[in-house]
């Protein structure tokens, strides 16, 4: 008898182990390639940008490199990745242009951009083009960086700084441009790796939401997926979780901190092992800082 419990509790403990690895396997770890090359250093000063938008998701990972340092394993590895060029009479930089040339398809992965060259009408837009037409024809799935102006949101293409005459040097806004990139593809590139779609625009201080909020879901009933939106004052470490009737688990959508702002969250009907639930009753829960609000919504298929 003694062993017969012996070997029940290690049973048990082993499926919770099981059970756990699975769940923290659902909040996926990103890698993030920004390409760059820079003669003057400019260029540079923005993938340093580009870098810390990137390492502002605490999923992600930045890795930096020169266009002549970039290997085949980088790349192979990488869930996005970022290029950035000065302008040369409106066209890429021909560093950039041959790593296009001599790299193969990237398909997969989440790719965005970024620019420098002088003048207010040089080329920059062009080259951001550019490296997005480049990025699509490999295969990349491309963001841009997202805003909010109060009456209207708005994504860019890109990010670009006018790093010579009239107006000499990055300035704090243009870097501003450059975290924006990086953490819109930090975010895409963890949302399509982990199924859960997570979005999110910067917003106005003067705009914030006033308080933490958890809103119903919408469509509901719903299938297969339904959106849910939230909004935090301040930066908060957000748990937001789907339950069954009986009270079990079935999917961790967020667990990490995030800025103030309006988020919204689409769940895709499947569990933390990525397996399409069953028709029925389930809770969606959002805890912040021992506060939590709950709403019910309906899956029929």
Do not use: C
Request: net charge negative.
């Amino acid at each position: 008898m003694k062993r017969y419990n012996f070997s029940l509790r290690f049973f048990l403990i082993l499926m919770g182990i099981l059970v756990l690895s699975s769940i923290a396997s659902a909040q996926q770890n990103v890698k993030i390639l920004i390409v760059y090359y820079s003669l003057s250093g400019n260029t540079e000063l923005m993938a340093n940008g580009v870098v810390e938008g990137v390492q502002s998701d605490s999923n992600a990972t930045a890795i930096l490199k020169k266009v002549d340092e970039v290997t085949t394993a980088d790349l192979d590895s990488a869930d996005g990745i970022i290029l950035g060029s000065p302008t040369y009479w409106g066209n890429i930089a021909n560093p950039m242009k041959e790593f296009l040339d001599n790299t193969g398809f990237w398909g997969g992965k989440v790719g965005g951009a970024f620019s420098t060259g002088a003048m207010k009408t040089g080329g920059k837009e062009h080259v951001v083009f550019s490296l997005i037409a480049a990025l699509l024809m490999k295969g990349v799935v491309v963001v841009g960086p997202v805003y909010d102006f109060g009456a209207f949101q708005s994504g860019g293409l890109g990010a670009s700084a006018m790093t010579g005459p009239p107006d000499d040097g990055v300035s704090e806004s243009e870097l501003d441009d450059a975290r924006a990139l990086g953490q819109r593809v930090a975010l895409i590139a963890e949302q399509l790796k982990s199924g859960a779609i997570v979005n999110n625009v910067i917003s106005n201080n003067e705009l914030l939401p006033k308080g933490f909020s958890l809103q119903q879901n919408f469509p509901n009933p719903f299938n297969p997926e339904t959106k849910i939106n939230y909004e935090l004052p301040s930066t908060l470490k957000v748990l937001l979780r789907i339950f069954n009737e009986l009270g079990e688990e079935v999917r961790t959508l967020v667990d990490k901190e995030q800025p103030a702002g309006r988020y919204q969250v689409q769940w895709d009907g499947k569990d933390n092992n990525y397996q399409p639930v069953a028709t029925g009753v389930y809770f969606y829960q959002l805890y912040v800082e021992g506060t939590a609000q709950t709403k019910k919504m309906l899956l029929l298929k």
